[in-house]
């Protein structure tokens, strides 16, 4: 899943860089020749090597930032790039999509996620599902065939679909039960394009 992450970060470098700089062309009223572009996005690429989140692609980012000071556009090779990137990510499979949802949920709110031991009581806060679900909701190509159940413990279940369902990905969340005893929750993951179906 490496090359999974990487795919992630550069293609989130990329579409940053190139809305950086378009925000940037928009405000101005006068052309901005390539040299004042490339040192805007060599700027930004700086910036972007220091965060923790782009460990992953940090030799490609010195890669774009030599490039750019040897006068080749930066525009040019982000967008090239850019391209390659959605290109690939077209070939995701939704199991793919699945460790996309479950490691920004993880990342960006916490809620890690574990498959589902019955030795082993299910701790507050975490997602868990179980291999028996996932070969029986995922096909042998790993499409999503039917609806993936996951279960949680908290008090505000509601809070993790949204997050869910906010996120853009290829799955959509379904309050299927609450347990008041245990304040346990089955929800379920819809593939989006199946929903519209």
Not at 161 to 190: K, P, R, W
């Amino acid at each position: 899943m490496s090359k999974l992450k990487y795919h992630q970060a550069f293609t989130e470098l990329t579409t940053l860089a190139l809305l950086h700089l378009y925000s940037y062309i928009d405000r101005t009223s006068q052309f901005v020749p390539m040299k004042k572009r490339n040192e805007r996005l060599n700027k930004f690429l700086k910036a972007q090597m220091a965060l923790p989140r782009n460990e992953i692609i940090k030799k490609d980012i010195k890669v774009l930032i030599a490039q750019g000071r040897k006068g080749m556009s930066l525009e040019k090779k982000l967008g090239e790039l850019h391209k390659v990137n959605c290109e690939y990510g077209e070939k995701f499979t939704d199991a793919d999509h699945l460790f996309v949802l479950l490691t920004y949920l993880y990342e960006a709110h916490g809620f890690e996620s574990m498959l589902d031991d019955p030795d082993i009581e299910r701790e507050k806060g975490i997602i868990y599902t179980d291999n028996e679900l996932i070969d029986s909701c995922f096909s042998d190509d790993n499409s999503l065939s039917r609806p993936l159940p996951i279960f949680i413990i908290m008090d505000e279940p509601s809070r993790l679909m949204d997050i869910i369902n906010a996120h853009g990905g290829l799955f959509m969340a379904e309050l299927v039960s609450t347990s008041i005893s245990d304040n346990s929750t089955t929800l379920c993951l819809h593939k989006i394009s199946a929903l519209s179906e």
